[in-house]
C-alpha cells in the first residue's frame, strides 16, 4: 500500500502558507478598533475553522495510513530478516534483539518512520492553527460585545430622542443593519 505523499503535501503546504495562515489567526490591534472590520472577520471565521479543520482531518487520516504501513514494513522485515539471517559469529541463533537491530536500522522502516514523523508534525501544527482560530472568535465575540455595551452607554448616557434616534442609527450601520 502506497501512502498518497505528493496530495497531502500540497494540502498542508496550502494550509501552513504563513500570509494565509496570518490572515486566519490574527487580529489586527487598529482593525480591532473597527465594529465593520470585526463583523467581518466573526462572519469569515466559520469558513476558516471549516478548512483548517478539514486539513486537519487530512492530516490525521494521513497519519494513520503512515502508521499502518510503517507497521506492514516492519512486520514484513522481521518475516524477512527472519528468514535470511544467520547467527552472528560465536551465537548458536539468531536473537529478537539482533532482529530487532535489524529491522530499525532498515532503510524501508526507517522511511516509513520519517513519514510518520512528518504527519505527526503536520497535526500538530494544524492543532495549534485550530486552536488559534477558536481563540480568536472568542477574542472577536468579546470585543464585539464590548463594543455593543459601548454603543448602549452612549445612547443611555444622551437625552433626547435626537439622540436615541442617532444612536440606533449607528448601530445599524456599524453592525449592518438598515
Known sequence: ??????????????????????????????????????????????????????????????QILCKRERDRVEAER????????????????????FIQALVSADPLVTNAQNLVDTADVWKARLSGIVD??????????????LMQAEIRVGHHAGAGDAKEDDTASRERRIWGGR
Do not use: C, W
Open 1 to 62: 500500500m502506497k501512502v498518497p505523499v505528493s496530495k497531502i503535501e500540497d494540502t498542508v503546504a496550502e494550509a501552513l502558507d504563513v500570509s494565509e495562515k496570518q490572515r486566519a489567526v490574527s487580529i489586527d490591534p487598529i482593525a480591532a478598533d473597527s465594529p465593520r472590520v470585526v463583523s467581518q472577520e466573526l462572519v469569515r471565521l466559520p469558513a476558516d475553522l471549516s478548512y483548517y479543520n478539514g486539513v486537519f482531518a487530512d492530516v490525521l487520516e494521513y
Open 78 to 97: 522481521v518475516a524477512h530478516y527472519r528468514k535470511t539471517t544467520e547467527p552472528p559469529p560465536g551465537a548458536r541463533v539468531v536473537t529478537d534483539a
Open 132 to 145: 488559534a482560530i477558536r481563540s480568536k472568535e472568542k477574542a472577536l465575540t468579546s470585543i464585539a460585545m
